[in-house]
Structure formats: structure tokens, C-alpha cells
């Protein structure tokens, strides 16, 4: 953990002086008014980047290194597979080296390049975001479901087109992003359910049938499992290895409660709150649901990123007075419950050829 710890350090001092030494933005139509310090910025993203593509363990890792040296990558062989934009992406760096680790590398550069540049446009606190990004746990599922959220990374940049209704736009970015990982492809009915005011009885009902969902979760699974038996996701069927921890419910619910109660003062700072709001609200719902079956927590990756904006807002909800205490409020608990999944619950080592302390 000591890697881990110094990249949380290193990623939450330099995007904190990000701010620190922010300018007014010059765009009239800015949504957060601020232009971050983009060489702090950048010193932050090194940090993710760096970590996240010189493991050597963690997760999947070894399954997508020993599947890397193990293929040719000929179009023969490609064009034969799902998810073939990911197989591409591998037969073009097996062309430059056949060392597994430049696969880990610039999956995890493209994947925190884009999360980063994504929040420096819309968190209104980028250390927030990023600091909750590593201490919810987010970064850490990075380096485990790679290719998954690597995906989510690249939908994560059609944000701007969900805010202007460019569905088209928005579309063409789903396509693309499912040919690394087909579940991308639920975001696209996704679109319409966000498109209306946050915490319109539309929205709300998501949650009451994510508690009917669990009430009945037997018939439901054995519904939606036997509906994808013929799909790639046909084997999500025998998938018993629990729920997840209620406490990582809790701690994805929090901000969403505070946006609720500050809700219109959030409008009022943040126009555009309501899409980012119902896309985290659609997150909250896969979580409880996956109180049931751990599986259903892998479609909220795809949610996780805007709720990580909506914690760069919330401090900003509270009065002046309150917010300092706010601000130190949430980087305790978070810091808290990192420690917590990452040292207590799956003592997390992570090792590295090219880290070394």
C-alpha cells in the first residue's frame, strides 16, 4: 500500500494547488468560472498514470498480460472476437513491443487523461474529485476491471453532449466505447432517462424500483439472467460471490442525499447539475441492486465518474462558514473508508518492476 498511499499524497496536493493558483475562466459560458492551473494538473495526472499502468499485480492484471503475450493479434484472429475495438487496440501495440506492460500502461494513461480532463471541465473542486476518484475506490477497480472502465472513461467524454441534448453526438461516442466493452451500450436508453429534471418523480421511481428490485430479486435475476444466457453475459447466470458491502452503498448514497437537500441552490451554481445528478441517482440505483448480486456493482462504473463530479459541487452547497468544515468533513471520512476497503477488507498490496520504495 505505501505506492498507493504517496499517489494519493502526490495526486491531492498537486491537483489542490490546481485550484490554489486557478484563474478566472475567460468563456462567458464556463460552467465551474475557473481555469485550473493545467501544470498542476498535470503533475496530478503523471501521478494516476504512472501507478496505474506500472502494476504488475492487482486484479485482472495478470489475466490481460498473459493474454497479451499469449496472442498473435492477426486480423484473422481479431476480427473474429467481441469487443473488437479493445483486440485492435492490442494488435497495434504488440506492434510496437511485446512486453504485456505497455498494454497496462496506456490503458490506464487513456483511461486517467480522460476522467481528468473531464473533471478539471466540470468539478467546481478538481481535488475533491480527484480525491474521492482514489479514496471511493474507483481508481483501485481501474486496475481491475481495466478494459471496463477504460470504456467508461471514453463515455465519460460525451458528458458535454448529455448537457446539450446532442444525442447523435452522444451516440456515435457509445458505439465506439462498446466495442472495448458491449455493456456501454445501456447508456444509450440511459440518455432519455437523464434528460429530465433531477429529482422529478420520473427519477425518483428509478429508486423505488431498485427497492422492488431487491424485494423480489430472485424473480428478477432469474429473468434478466436467462433473457442474456446467449450472450457473452450468459455466465453472470453463476455468479455467486454476494452482494456488496452495504457501507460502499452508503458512502455512494451520501452525496447524492446533500444534493437533494441543496438542490436548488445547486441549480442555481451549476445549471447543468440536473444531468449530472440523475446520471449518479441511475449509479445509486445499480448499487442497491447490487446489494443482492455483486455483478450489478460493475454497471455502476459507468455512473461512479459523475457522481465524483457531483462531490466537487457539494461543498459549495453549505454556507461560507460551514464549508471549511465541509471540505475537512469529507476528506476524513473518505480517507477513512479507504483505509478501511483497501487495508482492512482486501489488504491490497501493490507491487511494480519499475516503482520501487
Not at 484472429?77 to 483486440?87: L, M, R, Y
Not at 456515435?172 to 456501454?184: G, N, R
Amino acid at each position: 500500500m505505501t505506492i498507493l498511499w504517496w499517489n494519493l499524497a502526490v495526486v491531492f496536493v498537486f491537483s489542490f494547488f490546481s485550484r490554489y493558483f486557478a484563474k478566472p475562466a475567460l468563456s462567458p459560458v464556463s460552467i465551474t468560472s475557473i481555469s485550473y492551473n493545467k501544470v498542476f494538473a498535470l503533475g496530478a495526472l503523471l501521478s494516476l498514470a504512472l501507478v496505474g499502468g506500472l502494476r504488475s499485480n492487482i486484479g485482472d492484471t495478470y489475466f490481460y498480460k498473459y493474454a497479451y503475450q499469449l496472442n498473435d493479434f492477426t486480423w484473422a484472429q481479431v476480427k473474429e472476437k467481441e469487443n473488437i475495438g479493445f483486440w485492435i487496440l492490442q494488435m497495434f501495440l504488440k506492434r510496437i513491443s511485446d512486453d504485456p506492460q505497455i498494454l497496462i500502461f496506456t490503458a490506464a494513461a487513456i483511461t486517467n487523461v480522460l476522467i481528468v480532463l473531464i473533471f478539471l471541465k466540470y468539478s467546481r473542486q478538481f481535488e475533491l474529485s480527484t480525491f474521492v476518484y482514489i479514496t471511493g475506490g474507483l481508481f483501485l477497480v481501474s486496475m481491475n476491471g481495466l478494459r471496463q472502465v477504460l470504456t467508461a472513461a471514453i463515455v465519460f467524454t460525451a458528458t458535454k453532449f448529455i448537457i446539450s441534448g446532442n444525442f447523435f453526438a452522444y451516440a456515435l461516442i457509445v458505439f465506439f466505447a462498446s466495442t472495448f466493452h458491449e455493456s456501454a451500450l445501456i447508456l444509450l436508453p440511459i440518455y432519455f432517462l437523464v434528460r429530465y429534471k433531477a429529482w422529478s418523480k420520473a427519477t425518483l421511481m428509478l429508486l423505488v424500483i431498485a427497492v422492488v428490485i431487491v424485494i423480489g430479486f430472485d424473480q428478477f435475476s432469474s429473468i434478466l439472467f436467462s433473457s442474456l444466457e446467449d450472450t457473452q453475459y450468459g455466465h453472470y447466470k453463476n455468479f455467486q460471490e454476494g452482494g456488496a458491502n452495504v457501507i460502499r452503498v452508503a458512502v455512494f448514497g451520501t452525496p447524492l442525499i446533500i444534493a437533494f437537500f441543496g438542490r436548488e441552490k445547486l441549480r442555481e451554481i451549476f445549471p447543468e447539475s440536473d444531468y449530472i445528478v440523475n446520471m449518479a441517482l441511475i449509479g445509486l440505483v445499480f448499487m442497491i441492486v447490487s446489494t443482492q448480486n455483486w455483478i450489478f456493482a460493475r454497471f455502476n462504473i459507468y455512473f461512479e465518474l459523475y457522481q465524483l463530479i457531483l462531490v466537487g459541487w457539494i461543498v459549495k452547497l453549505f454556507h461560507e462558514k460551514e464549508q471549511r468544515l465541509i471540505y475537512l468533513g469529507i476528506i476524513v471520512c473518505y480517507f477513512l473508508y479507504y483505509y478501511y476497503e483497501s487495508v482492512i477488507s482486501l489488504n491490497i498490496h501493490y507491487k511494480s518492476d519499475y516503482i520501487i520504495f
